[in-house]
């Protein structure tokens, strides 16, 4: 930030209206997005799938920067090699996306994005297509990014998850100075490209309410040792919304998954599948952005000149993968409230049903 400049002082409506922003994905705002695709809905209602709404795009697989706590992606990110998507795959993705009927992307990945280079040449890509584009960072490197580059994007948002420099370094174990560092970049780029819809997240967690990175462990998926520890990032609510408002950004306070949460899903299949999935760097595509490397429908979607993906959506091992997935088995399940919606309102499992009769 430009000097030390004093936070602001808030109203308690701003601190509730940040609290309760459009993004925290409320029942309401999960059945006015889904209501904006019926060709999607009534494809996984027959059973004849579209292509996806919005895919993942992780230009970087295997490496993170940071060491979040709560990491629902470390196993994923343990369990294979560094590599960076190449040029060559990123400026295909764009016009293969919007043959296919893709109409946004989440650049995010189990990885850090910003750690590939080359990321604006897949923004670039995605932009040239008329894909809407969305870039999750933690915000270490967002100096790499050109305002011709942020100018694309539809949105950006910058995972902060505290609201001081000691709460940041334990929670993401990393060198308290790099807090400031995120916070200058925020404040830079706000004064770039003030247009920009920009947020900073927060993910409210404490090591004994919620699940931590070895809770998202898998049998597939190598063990991660971590030391026991208790921390809460509960107090920096506040302090975070405030720098937000200081910073001219959105703040977006989320809760992070609870302890057994698996136990309150209330969907017995996971219906949502199908409107997105992930383009990684080694050019796998996974079904489930929570569930990296557990359903994969191709191990390389480049091939048969890229024709082989679309071949196999939709088809016997689609259906099959989809099957297998088991909800009471996945700990966290970032669509729960999209798949309760589509199991009670859309999916139909009554004969009797007469839905044309309104």
């Not at 060709?39 to 970087?60: C, F, H, K, Q």
């Amino acid at each position: 930030m430009k000097g030390q400049r004093s936070v602001k002082t808030m109203s308690q409506q701003t601190i509730n209206d940040a609290k309760t922003s459009p993004d925290s994905h409320s029942n309401a705002n999960v059945q006015l997005r889904l209501l904006a695709h019926p060709d999607r809905l009534t494809g996984i209602a027959s059973g004849n799938l579209e292509a996806p709404v919005m895919v993942d795009i992780d230009p970087v697989d295997g490496a993170c920067n940071l060491d979040c706590e709560w990491c629902c992606q470390a196993s994923s990110r343990a369990s294979r090699p560094m590599r960076l998507m190449s040029e060559t795959t990123m400026k295909r993705l764009g016009p293969f996306c919007r043959d296919w009927g893709i109409k946004s992307w989440r650049i995010a990945g189990d990885s850090e994005p910003l750690l590939n280079h080359k990321i604006e040449t897949l923004i670039s890509a995605g932009a040239e297509s008329a894909i809407d584009m969305g870039l999750i960072t933690n915000g270490v490197f967002l100096e790499r990014l050109t305002n011709d580059g942020l100018n694309k994007l539809t949105w950006l948002g910058v995972s902060l998850d505290a609201g001081t420099r000691d709460t940041w370094s334990q929670l993401k174990r990393s060198d308290p100075r790099n807090f400031d560092k995120i916070l200058k970049n925020i404040a830079n780029i706000r004064e770039r490209v003030p247009q920009l819809d920009m947020s900073i997240k927060f993910l409210r967690w404490s090591s004994t309410e919620h699940l931590s990175k070895k809770d998202f462990q898998r049998n597939l998926l190598p063990t991660i040792d971590t030391e026991p520890v208790e921390l809460d990032n509960a107090g920096d609510v506040e302090t975070v919304i405030e720098l937000a408002h200081q910073l001219g950004v959105r703040a977006i306070i989320k809760e992070a998954y609870p302890k057994n949460f698996a136990e309150t899903y209330r969907f017995t299949k996971c219906h949502a599948t199908p409107l997105g999935g992930v383009f990684d760097a080694s050019h796998n595509f996974h079904l489930c952005c929570d569930a990296r490397n557990i359903y994969v429908l191709t191990d390389d979607y480049t091939r048969d000149h890229w024709q082989e993906l679309r071949r196999l959506w939709g088809g016997d091992r689609h259906r099959e993968l989809i099957e297998s997935i088991k909800p009471s088995q996945c700990a966290g399940c970032a669509k729960h409230q999209m798949n309760e919606i589509l199991e009670s309102h859309v999916i139909s499992t009554s004969p009797s049903t007469q839905l044309n009769f309104i």
